[in-house]
């Protein structure tokens, strides 16, 4: 398996990778920036690299939360078969940012 943990892409991506393993599978975030904290999501079938260009400049007032979906971007594929469902990135989008003690948070979507 491709390891791309420290992977920054030519320098495209210079970002810090962060990583807290919630409900068996360990995600992967940005966090740059502080401030009130500005969460960024990418869809599917996409990654956190599709804001890159949006963290820096949003990281100079804010702190830019970035995840990666489990089996997305820098985040860990889990072992079981499919769990690819809506339910599981809800939860698992949870259990990162209340272990992160976010408030008075902005979303941004995608997809």
Not at 61 to 79: F, L, N, Q, W, Y
Request: aromatic share 10%; with cysteine; hydrophobic share 40%.
């Amino acid at each position: 398996m491709l390891d791309i943990q420290n992977e920054t892409f030519a320098g495209t991506f210079p970002f810090a990778p962060h990583y807290r393993a919630v409900n068996g599978v360990r995600l992967h975030f940005v966090d740059e920036g502080a401030g009130d904290p500005v969460v960024l999501l990418h869809g599917d079938p996409t990654w956190g690299y599709l804001y890159r260009n949006f963290i820096p400049a949003l990281a100079r007032g804010h702190r830019c939360i970035v995840p990666d979906h489990m089996g997305m971007g820098k985040s860990e594929t889990p072992a079981e078969p499919y769990p690819y469902r809506l339910s599981h990135h809800i939860a698992n989008l949870e259990a990162l940012l209340l272990s992160l003690d976010l408030g008075h948070i902005s979303l941004v979507l995608h997809d």
